[in-house]
């Protein structure tokens, strides 16, 4: 709680300039221009993750409002376990689980799926004015070091807190039982953004004077050593660049009328009147940095901060998100619940913020908020409330972070620039249907680079075939559908559990030899499966370019 009250008296601080002030930078990790390009350099690296398909920037792209892009596909089952219900969360698709060997393992209702965070993305930017981070406030503001256990920084510490959370996270980004040194280990080996495209100028500067992780570290740092509170260091120095400080709400109050369109400011007015918003969204930050029950789900779905505080009036409770940037986000709330803002569905969709606001809560009113109460009671109309949410979706954007312009200029993720490896033609489904875990970046030099084999039913048998053709459209042989010209095939064990479909993975080392760029793989699956017609079942074909 102190942390929180602190936070409050930041914001209140913040306030009498009416615009939002510099981001405060602890004294023990002071801001160079070394340390930020290091943690700019990590921050954009999908090589940051146990298999090189995630980055931090991969859930926190500036244009996006410093959330995922992807939520519509990170969906989560919740509470339940159970994927098309109502508890259903909007996450972040992290990693398929893998075992301390890269293995590729089932993950409960995810299977051999990409896994998916059990809440959404918040936003990034501006994450420096937050006193705690993460949706439920764990990321305290005192910085503990992960690997000595020393205290670091003691207060204004939450980004570095923040950041070495998802690098060992098993749904996020690591491996089972990843540890910091194996982050050490790989950090010395790769080159630096190996995976990244269209690199910023200040990264290319960095990396044509320092193009080693090592070296990097040297220069921020005055030593080679890389270990977590340095990551941690850079990566939050970084990220205290990120300061949307520049709308059309901060010219209009810096004394520029015409900053804001009339309709702005009927839409501002409203937010501090008859909406009663900046009850919880304060002005410069429009967050209070508290949290709030908004009854949005059962509260034994996700107890929220009470799981860190212990309290019990904060069950169910989460931080009030900044609504800078907010017009930029695909999805609201903490749980994804609510389309965007100017989505139509607002109107619609009982779980938008639109109808949450205006109705008083969600499903949920045992515990809500004192300070939500249904907005149709002061006589505010769905109108006025469009008219809010409009000033929300335009006059606090950063047109800087909308365009990806520095301080928000970024290089393009591998995952961005490169197409998904391609499924084609028919698939025969039995129990299940076959398939591939086809999620390692397939460029030349990858030695790790490997296929995870799913299909069948517990302990049984599959066949790979595998060419350098596909068969478009497919054949019909005895039955089965074949999509590639095999040049062989392969048989392999599919051991699991009964009722579960068989997996195991198959290492495909790729040398590192540019003459294979471009170079066209094929995949078919068949598996055992008693459901299928002739007791086999068979995949899709599956296309990987080597890129």
């Known amino acids: 709680m102190p942390a929180r009250l602190a936070a409050a008296a930041i914001a209140l601080a913040g306030a009498a300039a009416a615009q939002l002030p510099p981001i405060y930078v602890p ?145 996020e980004m690591a491996r089972e039982g990843r540890t910091w040194q194996d982050v050490r280990q790989k950090l010395q080996v790769v080159t630096p953004l190996r995976l990244a495209s269209d690199l910023t100028p200040d990264l290319i500067a960095a990396l044509q004077q320092n193009p080693t992780y090592p070296l990097l570290f040297t220069a921020a740092f005055g030593d080679s050593n890389i270990t977590a509170a340095r990551i941690a260091f850079a990566l ?11 709308t059309p709400w901060d010219r209009f109050m810096s004394g520029l009328p015409g900053a804001m369109t009339p309709m702005q400011q009927v839409g501002w007015s409203m937010f501090q009147n008859q909406g009663r918003c900046i009850s919880c969204h304060w002005e410069p930050l429009f967050s209070d940095d508290l949290v709030h029950n908004l009854g949005l789900r059962y509260n034994n779905e996700d107890i929220g901060a009470m799981a860190v505080t212990g309290l019990p009036f904060e069950l169910g409770a989460f931080k009030t998100p900044t609504l800078r940037n907010a017009g930029l986000r695909p999805r609201l709330f903490h749980n994804g619940q609510s389309p965007a803002l100017g989505d139509l569905a ?74 998904p490896p391609r499924r ?20 030349p030099g990858n030695l790790d680079f490997r296929l995870g084999l799913g299909g069948g039913d517990g302990a049984g048998l599959g066949l790979v075939s595998y060419g350098l053709q596909s068969i478009e459209p497919s054949l019909t042989v005895a039955g089965l559908p074949w999509s590639v010209v095999p040049i062989d095939l392969l048989l392999v064990p599919l051991p699991g559990s009964a009722g579960q479909p068989g997996h195991t993975t198959w290492p495909l080392p790729i040398p590192n030899d540019p003459g294979l760029v471009n170079l066209a793989l094929y995949f078919q699956l068949f598996a055992a499966d008693a459901g299928a017609p002739g007791g086999i079942a068979a995949s899709r074909g599956l296309e990987i370019l080597v890129q």
């Open 236 to 246: 939050a120095a970084y990220q205290r660049t990120l300061n949307p400080d520049d």
């Open 27 to 171: 004294a023990q990790n002071p801001a160079t221009p070394e340390k930020i390009v290091l943690g700019k350099v990590l921050f954009w690296d999908e090589q940051l993750s146990s298999d090189d398909t995630v980055a931090c920037g991969t859930c926190h792209l500036p244009e996006f409002g410093g959330s995922d892009p992807r939520v519509g596909a990170g969906l989560h089952p919740g509470h339940d376990g159970v994927f098309g219900t109502d508890d259903d969360v909007h996450g972040s698709p992290g990693i398929v689980r893998q075992a301390t060997n890269g293995a590729y393992v089932p993950s409960g209702a995810f299977e051999l799926r990409r896994q998916s965070t059990g809440r959404g993305s918040p936003s990034n930017l501006g994450a420096g004015h937050h006193a705690v981070l993460f949706w439920d406030g764990r990321a305290s503001t005192t910085f503990v070091d992960p690997e000595t256990g020393a205290v670091l920084i003691p207060f204004a510490g939450a980004l570095e807190s923040q950041a070495i959370g998802p690098i060992l996270n098993p749904v």
């Open 346 to 419: 607002q109107a619609t969709d009982p779980a938008s913020t639109l109808n949450v606001y205006f109705h008083g809560g969600g499903v949920d009113l045992s515990n809500v908020d004192a300070f939500l109460l249904p907005l149709k009671q002061f006589g505010v109309s769905l109108g006025d409330l469009r008219l809010m949410q409009e000033f929300v979706r335009t006059a606090l954007t950063d047109e800087r972070a909308a365009l990806a312009l520095p301080p928000f200029d970024h290089p393009k993720l591998r995952s961005q620039a490169v197409a």
């Open 424 to 443: 084609f033609g028919p698939a025969l489904p039995g129990v299940r249907e076959p398939d591939f875990v086809a999620t390692a970046p397939s460029f």
